[in-house]
C-alpha cells in the first residue's frame, strides 16, 4: 500500500475535507481519499499509510451491495481505469470514486445499535440518548431494544450537534425527514445482517445524503467503513465491556490516554499505533469483503 496525503491533480479543486480531496470534473466529482486520519475534530498530523485505499475500497463495495435499498453517486468505482484519468493512475489507483454532483443535505444520519461513545455517556447522565428514552441499568456497550436514529447537523468546522427529529423535520421538511430516517435504518439492518455473518458487529453508523434536480434523495459520501462506523468481532463481544475494535478508536483511546488536551495541534502518533490501526483497517476490509486490498 502507497502512502498519500494530498492529492496532486490538475482539476479544480473542489473541497479538501478532513480525509479526502474532492475535484469538480466536467460537472462530476472526483473524490480521493487520503491516508490521512481525524480524532475529535483535528486532523492528525501522522498518516495511516494505505488507509485511503481501504476507505475507498470499502465504501464501493458498500455501495454496490446497497444499491438495491437506496440510489447513490458512484458512477465509477475505479476512475483510474478510465481513459480521462489513465495519466493520474500512480494517484488515483484504488483511491478514488467518481460520483455525480448533488446538493448535499445538511445533516449526518446517525443509526446507534449499542450504548457506546457519546450515547454512553449521554446515557449515564440522564437515561436518553439524543433525547430518546432508554430503558433502566444498561450497561456499557449493551445491545439496544432496536437500532435508534439520532440525526447531527453538518458542520463545516468544529462540533456537529444533536438535533431532534423535530428539528430534523425543520430542516428539510417532514417527508424528506421521515425518508432519511426509514433508509437509515434499512441500509443499517441489510449491512449489520451481512456482517454478523461475517462475525461482524456494527454497533454504530453514519450516512450522508444529497437530492438530485428532481428532489430525489440519494446517498453520498462514503457509507460503512472503519472511519464511519464501528466494527466489533462477534466472538470478542461483551456487555460491560469495550470490545477490540476494528476502526479509528484505537488512535481516539491512544489520544484520550495521552497528555493531549484537544484544544492544542494534536501530537504524532506513535509507530505501534499507526501499524495497529493500518493492519485493523486492512483486517476489516479483508472479513467483511473477503479480499485483500
Not at 33 to 49: E, K, Q, T
Not at 148 to 166: L, Q, R, V
Request: with cysteine; glycine share 6%; net charge neutral.
Amino acid at each position: 500500500m502507497n502512502s498519500l496525503n494530498k492529492a496532486e491533480l490538475p482539476f479544480k479543486l473542489f473541497k479538501n475535507g478532513k480525509v479526502r480531496d474532492v475535484f469538480e470534473v466536467d460537472g462530476r466529482l472526483l473524490i480521493v481519499s487520503s491516508d490521512r486520519i481525524s480524532a475529535f475534530d483535528y486532523i492528525l498530523p501522522s498518516l495511516i499509510p494505505g488507509k485511503g485505499q481501504v476507505l475507498n475500497l470499502i465504501a464501493a463495495f458498500w455501495f454496490e451491495k446497497t444499491k438495491h435499498i437506496i440510489p447513490n453517486h458512484v458512477l465509477s468505482a475505479a476512475p483510474e481505469n478510465l481513459e480521462e484519468f489513465k495519466a493520474h493512475f500512480h494517484v488515483l489507483e484504488k483511491r478514488a470514486l467518481l460520483a455525480r454532483r448533488l446538493k448535499a443535505l445538511p445533516l449526518e444520519a446517525i443509526i446507534r445499535g449499542y450504548v457506546v461513545g457519546s450515547g454512553w455517556q449521554s446515557y449515564q447522565q440522564n437515561g436518553e440518548i439524543c433525547g430518546i428514552k432508554l430503558p433502566a441499568g444498561m450497561k456499557f456497550a449493551d445491545r439496544l431494544p432496536e437500532p435508534i436514529f439520532t440525526p447531527t447537523t453538518k458542520a463545516e468546522s468544529g462540533h456537529d450537534e444533536n438535533m431532534s427529529f423535530a428539528k430534523l423535520a425543520d430542516l428539510v421538511g417532514r417527508e424528506t425527514a421521515e425518508l432519511i430516517q426509514s433508509l437509515s435504518l434499512q441500509l443499517f439492518a441489510a449491512a449489520s445482517e451481512y456482517a454478523l455473518s461475517r462475525g461482524i458487529i456494527i454497533a454504530d453508523s453514519k450516512f450522508e445524503f444529497g437530492q438530485d434536480e428532481n428532489g430525489a434523495i440519494i446517498l453520498i459520501d462514503e457509507i460503512f467503513t472503519p472511519d464511519s462506523s464501528r466494527f466489533w468481532k462477534r466472538d470478542d463481544y461483551r456487555p460491560g465491556h469495550e470490545p477490540p475494535s476494528y476502526d479509528k478508536q484505537l488512535v481516539r483511546n491512544y489520544l484520550l490516554s495521552s497528555a493531549w488536551d484537544r484544544k492544542s495541534v494534536p501530537p504524532q502518533l506513535p509507530e505501534a499505533v499507526i501499524k495497529k490501526t493500518r493492519d485493523t483497517y486492512g483486517e476489516i476490509f479483508r472479513i467483511l469483503t473477503g479480499e485483500k486490498v
